[in-house]
């Protein structure tokens, strides 16, 4: 039982180039959601999905896609990555809205 | 105003300590609340929940005022292995309002 994996760990980008990063649960949960974590911030929720074919906006949405094609992942895309995208972005997955949310190990992403 | 908001701390305590920390937030409209703690580089975990009527896990108590508006987490007893972060969130109706804190950071002294 892995938990909330991520993948990758880290990656350097250059501005303008895209990348996919892939959050995978096998806890069978519904919810799944994108963070991301500045310093001195607390984390920001970007996208949500609360089921299999469905995504949603959070707070800080702009500049990133999201899929959710099947139950167990869901994947983040930079179309064209900005300098204020790096971050360090969490994954996170519960059994339902309010419950208790259990988070991947982070993806380091820095934009040159 | 950040609409959820904690002292960044540090807060420097020695072991056996006991210490206590606040969480405010703005919106009346909270729903529900945790804590959660993280350590330097890793992801974030479940503390505990927050319930009205306050709630205790072994060393760690949180409770809740509504007519203040603000959590607290307090610990006992503290051990050099509670240094971390200290995460408070704040949800509300819809899953595309969760609001975490920026964290207050605890360190432990032997």
């Known amino acids: 039982n892995a938990g909330v994996t991520q993948t990758p760990k880290f990656r350097v980008l250059k501005t303008g180039q895209s990348m996919t990063l892939l959050c995978a649960q096998d806890?069978?949960?519904?919810?799944m959601y994108w963070y991301r974590q500045d310093p001195g911030m607390g984390l920001r929720l970007i996208h949500y999905s609360v089921g299999e074919g469905t995504t949603a906006k959070g707070e800080v949405p702009d500049g990133y896609n999201v899929s959710r094609l099947k139950k167990q992942n869901f994947l983040l895309g930079l179309e064209s990555a900005a300098p204020s995208q790096t971050s360090v972005y969490f994954c996170?997955?519960?059994?339902?809205?309010?419950?208790?949310?259990?988070f991947g190990p982070g993806t380091r992403l820095l934009v040159l | 105003r950040k609409e959820v908001e904690q002292d960044p701390g540090p807060f420097n305590v020695p072991e056996g300590a006991t210490v206590a920390f606040n969480c405010t937030y703005s919106n009346s409209a909270s729903q529900s609340f945790f804590w959660y703690r993280q350590d330097c580089r890793k992801e974030p975990k479940l503390l505990m929940s927050?319930?009205?009527s306050g709630n205790e896990d072994g060393r760690f108590t949180a409770q809740l005022n509504r007519a203040s508006q603000y959590i607290s987490l307090l610990i006992r007893d503290s051990k050099l292995s509670d240094s971390a972060t200290y995460l408070c969130?704040?949800?509300?109706?819809?899953?595309?309002?969760?609001?975490f804190g920026s964290g207050t950071r605890l360190s432990i002294r032997p």
């Open positions: 927050v319930y009205s």
């Open positions: 806890m069978n949960h519904e919810y």
């Open positions: 996170a997955s519960g059994r339902g809205y309010q419950e208790t949310q259990y």
């Open positions: 969130v704040v949800m509300y109706s819809s899953a595309s309002k969760i609001i």
